[in-house]
């Protein structure tokens, strides 16, 4: 309403840091079915949201498959085949809504140092 974008940094952290989560299931149900890999679902998800998505990749495999993710979320086809469900957009916020994990300023929220 304000014209104020959200980003979110390190939306891939369920599959990088916080493994066997909540999310993980459900993310691989809805790659498998849509014959993509687990970080351009969970991309798409970001995406379709309207938040902008910050990965930090400089790998030209990581940047094209994260490409394919964004033409997907957009509706344009290409590898990713066209947006997310609503119901997968839905299952996925559920499934995270069940855990929250900060790697990054922990002090600020109150929270031990990670080990």
Do not use: C, N
């Not at 916080?18 to 691989?28: C, F, I, R, S, Y």
């Not at 790998?59 to 119901?87: H, M, T, V």
Request: cysteine-free.
């Amino acid at each position: 309403d304000h014209g104020i974008a959200v980003a979110g940094y390190s939306g891939l952290m369920s599959l990088t840091h916080k493994t066997g989560g909540p999310v993980d299931a459900v993310v691989e149900r809805i790659a498998a079915a849509r014959a993509l890999t687990q970080s351009q679902v969970l991309l798409m998800w970001g995406l379709q949201q309207g938040v902008v998505v910050i990965t930090t990749s400089g790998k030209r495999d990581r940047l094209d498959e994260y490409l394919a993710a964004a033409a997907g979320a957009a509706g344009g086809g290409g590898a990713a085949g066209g947006p997310l469900s609503d119901a997968d957009v839905a299952a996925i916020s559920a499934a995270g809504a069940q855990l929250e994990f900060r790697k990054f300023w922990r002090s600020d929220f109150g929270l031990p140092p990670l080990q």
